[in-house]
């Protein structure tokens, strides 16, 4: 069973100005217990020195650290897993190579990704609502293929897009596991609080897993 239900993702260009160190420091003070680093256009140093600070800070909050589809890099600073796009390495690779202790996550948009997807510890599924940062994906999937998304996975689906702290039962009462967030933590005028704010919700619709 994954000890999270709310899954921070990284983005550096929405923080306001601040520094992404800063403000997941911040979301982790808030009760976050896993952040995805997902910046794609650093070069391999950056983003290694980048996960390193982050890597010390997770530890701090026995928190989790995924690394956006970079195993080396995850392998570098001893990550607790990666997260994959469904284009990226398949799962059994990221497997062979992380091991079994690690944790795998995998984006997905259809039922038939999800298949793809198979022998991944979780799932995050959308966009679930529009979101300017996932438009590139296609359509809103809507909460009825969030339904359709669940009773289909053997495993935990987290689901994202367009997600606020108002949203959050919707998600859950269509069976959601958990939320991942981009904006809603990062972009948020106080991340510890919209992080304890988020968890609130979170807490007061705990739904059974199918």
């Known amino acids: 069973m994954l000890d999270f239900r709310l899954y921070c993702v990284t983005d550096r260009k929405h923080t306001a100005g601040r520094p992404l160190v800063d403000v997941i420091h911040a979301a982790l003070d808030g009760g976050v217990r896993a952040v995805q680093l997902r910046e794609k256009d650093l070069e391999g140093g950056e983003l290694s020195h980048l996960a390193a600070q982050l890597r010390t ?32 390495f398949p799962v059994a690779t990221a497997r062979r190579l992380l091991g079994p202790e690690k944790l795998i996550g995998v984006s997905t948009h259809s039922l038939a990704e999800i298949t793809d997807a198979a022998g991944a510890d979780f799932l995050v599924f ?15 999937q809507g909460l009825e293929r969030l339904r359709e998304a669940v009773a289909h996975s053997a495993v935990p689906i987290f689901a994202i897009g367009g997600i606020t702290t108002e949203r959050i039962s919707q998600v859950r009462d269509a069976g959601a596991y958990g939320v991942a967030m981009i904006s809603a933590l990062s972009a948020a005028a106080d991340p510890a609080h919209a992080a304890r704010e988020i968890m609130l919700q979170l807490s007061a619709h705990i739904v059974p897993r199918n």
């Open 57 to 88: 800070l997770t530890e701090r909050y026995q928190a989790r650290l995924l690394i956006n589809e970079r195993l080396d890099v995850a392998l570098a600073v001893d990550a607790d897993g990666v997260h994959l796009g469904h284009t990226s």
């Open 126 to 140: 959308g966009p679930v609502y529009f979101t300017p940062s996932k438009a590139a994906y296609g359509d809103p």
